[in-house]
């Protein structure tokens, strides 16, 4: 890979288009892709990339491919992708799932330079309109290299995500799927619920007072409940075996809490600022993740 390398980002969402907000000012030659031509369009009135296109051939000539589409596209691109690059092109994703992509790039019959990555920043706000170049500043990045990962080309990948200001980690895909159910999957499941339960709360009136009265602490227990609804529903439905283990999970601790509620006051005072410790030390003023 050249020391100024091509880069092509397919797929301008959020994610997509903060990619390329980010690389921007870097000085490379970036391609944009879009199945949609409005969306080419808004990233054309942004000057995002040097060049742009609803056609997916545009990234042969490309030495860095980011795979931006929905998790439900990611394997079809990534086929779509291998066959025009060429061999030493590094081709990414940012699949918040993992597993399934990387047993089917592993087996492969023969060799496809692909690094899985998972970059841990977003928001619920979906399209270009939300992209920004800070989104990942401070942000952890997870990389799965497949079976055909080098260390050079994982260094390099390592490299050019540092400069968009994100940590990478190394990960198993299926470690990664697990670990993230408990972070990001589940909080989503749970934001669903709560604002389901509220909504569907079968006490009239009891329901329109409480959404009345809703403030800062139901606004941000249920922000993911807003989430883009074919990506929670990729999440979701290809990661249920762990997330129903980690709901099962998260029963038992609910139970064990609930048991607490019976210890006397002081007890459950130890406990309760045991809790508001931990979560004040795991993340800055600013809401990084400082673990």
């Given at each position: 890979?050249?020391d100024?390398?091509?880069?092509?980002?397919?797929?301008?969402?959020?994610?997509?288009?903060?990619?390329?907000?980010?690389?921007r000012?870097?000085?490379?030659?970036?391609?944009?892709?879009?199945?949609?031509?409005?969306?080419?369009?808004?990233?054309?009135?942004?000057?995002?990339?040097?060049?742009?296109?609803?056609?997916?051939?545009?990234?042969?000539?490309?030495?860095?491919?980011?795979?931006?589409?929905?998790?439900n596209?990611?394997?079809?691109?990534?086929?779509?992708?291998?066959?025009?690059?060429?061999?030493?092109?590094?081709?990414?994703?940012?699949?918040?799932?993992?597993?399934?992509?990387?047993d089917?790039?592993?087996?492969?019959?023969?060799?496809?330079?692909?690094?899985?990555?998972?970059?841990?920043?977003?928001?619920?706000?979906?399209?270009?309109?939300?992209?920004?170049d800070?989104?990942?500043?401070?942000?952890?990045?997870?990389?799965?290299?497949s079976?055909?990962?080098?260390?050079?080309d994982?260094?390099?990948?390592?490299?050019l995500?540092?400069?968009?200001?994100?940590?990478?980690?190394?990960?198993?895909?299926?470690?990664?799927?697990?670990?993230?159910?408990?972070?990001?999957?589940?909080?989503?499941?749970?934001?669903?619920?709560?604002?389901?339960?509220?909504?569907?709360?079968?006490?009239?009136?009891?329901?329109?007072?409480?959404?009345?009265?809703?403030?800062?602490?139901?606004?941000?227990?249920?922000?993911?409940?807003?989430?883009?609804?074919?990506?929670a529903?990729?999440?979701?439905?290809?990661?249920?075996a762990?997330?129903?283990?980690?709901?099962?999970?998260?029963?038992?601790?609910?139970?064990e809490?609930?048991?607490?509620?019976?210890?006397?006051?002081?007890?459950?005072?130890?406990?309760?600022?045991?809790?508001?410790?931990?979560?004040?030390?795991?993340?800055?003023?600013?809401?990084?993740?400082?673990?």
């Amino acid at each position: 890979m050249p020391d100024n390398p091509t880069i092509a980002v397919i797929g301008l969402g959020l994610i997509g288009g903060s990619i390329l907000k980010a690389l921007r000012p870097k000085g490379f030659h970036l391609i944009g892709i879009s199945r949609s031509e409005e969306t080419v369009r808004k990233a054309i009135n942004l000057d995002l990339a040097d060049e742009y296109s609803t056609n997916v051939e545009l990234v042969q000539k490309a030495n860095v491919v980011f795979i931006c589409t929905p998790i439900n596209k990611t394997i079809e691109t990534i086929d779509k992708v291998r066959k025009i690059v060429s061999p030493d092109c590094i081709i990414t994703d940012v699949a918040s799932l993992k597993g399934f992509i990387m047993d089917y790039v592993n087996d492969y019959d023969f060799p496809t330079n692909f690094i899985g990555g998972h970059p841990m920043a977003g928001t619920e706000n979906t399209g270009i309109d939300y992209a920004v170049d800070n989104l990942f500043e401070g942000a952890k990045w997870v990389l799965t290299p497949s079976r055909w990962s080098g260390a050079e080309d994982i260094r390099r990948l390592e490299e050019l995500t540092s400069l968009i200001g994100a940590k990478s980690i190394i990960a198993d895909a299926y470690e990664h799927d697990k670990a993230v159910t408990l972070i990001s999957h589940l909080p989503l499941l749970l934001s669903q619920s709560l604002f389901g339960m509220v909504s569907d709360y079968p006490d009239e009136n009891i329901k329109e007072l409480a959404l009345k009265l809703a403030a800062s602490g139901f606004r941000d227990t249920t922000r993911l409940a807003a989430t883009n609804p074919e990506l929670a529903k990729d999440i979701l439905l290809k990661n249920k075996a762990y997330i129903r283990e980690a709901v099962n999970g998260l029963k038992d601790y609910l139970t064990e809490l609930d048991k607490a509620l019976d210890l006397n006051e002081e007890e459950f005072m130890n406990l309760v600022k045991s809790l508001a410790s931990k979560r004040k030390d795991m993340y800055s003023p600013e809401g990084k993740n400082t673990y």
